[in-house]
């Protein structure tokens, strides 16, 4: 089956730093990419997604690089801010409609 | 729009007793639901894929008769922790898909339901 490794387990930066997680997966059928937010006691909210026939998303202070080759993928948040304090979670499914398997999550902190 | 419930928000229970959790997509029709299970600072882990209307596919290592899911309508599927016992406590969390008109979709998550069993 799939795995997906994730790193690091925990980062901090300084506010308006930038900072960057990153995924391995294994499944070279996989095509979809999401990113989770889960802030403390909450549900996981998607927040960025890529599949396959695209190489860079970009959202506003957010963007998720993949390589395909590689198998490898990163999500990368620009001028941080204390609400982007929270784990986040890389996931490769094969389609966006089917079952995902995560990776083990970043704690992110934004220090003021 | 898209948003999904749980019932309860928690629960707690006693040893050999089921507890029965409920997932529902409040403004949408779900054809595929998931339920994984979370623990405290850990990633969430898929435990099967609930289908309205047929058998629910369980991931390796989950037991199946213990795990009971019903998906009998399109916004409501359900997991049952049969004779739950202190080691099933844990964060569970479900998710449903809304598909696209394309054929994709895209996951929300309920707000999960912590069990604990004493």
């Known amino acids: 089956g799939e795995n997906v490794e994730q790193h690091p387990s925990t980062l901090s930066v300084q506010e308006g730093d930038s900072a960057v997680i990153k995924c391995t997966y294994s499944d070279s059928a996989s095509n979809y990419f999401p990113w989770y937010k889960q802030e403390l006691g909450k549900r996981p909210q998607l927040i960025i997604d890529i599949r396959s026939n695209v190489g860079e998303k970009k959202d506003q202070r957010i963007a998720v690089t993949l390589n395909k080759t590689a198998k490898h993928f990163s999500l990368h948040i620009t001028e941080t801010q204390p609400e982007d304090s929270a784990v986040y979670f890389c996931a490769a499914s094969r389609t966006n409609a089917g079952k995902s398997t995560f990776g083990d999550g970043t704690t992110l902190t934004v220090k003021p | 729009g898209a948003v999904v419930s749980q019932h309860p928000s928690w629960v707690i229970c006693k040893s050999g007793t089921s507890v029965k959790i409920e997932c529902r997509s409040l403004d949408f029709q779900a054809t595929t639901m998931f339920w994984y299970r979370q623990f405290p600072k850990q990633s969430l882990m898929l435990m099967a894929t609930?289908?309205?209307?047929?058998?629910?596919?369980?991931e390796q290592g989950v037991e199946k008769d213990k795990f009971l899911i019903n998906h009998a309508s399109l916004t409501l599927s359900t997991l049952t922790v049969t004779s739950a016992h202190p080691e099933d406590s844990s964060f569970y969390i479900c998710?449903?898909?809304?598909?696209?008109?394309?054929?994709?979709?895209?996951?929300?998550f309920g707000p999960g339901t912590r069990l604990t069993v004493l």
């Open positions: 609930s289908n309205e209307g047929s058998k629910a596919t369980y």
């Open positions: 998710s449903a898909i809304l598909r696209t008109a394309a054929g994709g979709g895209t996951q929300y």
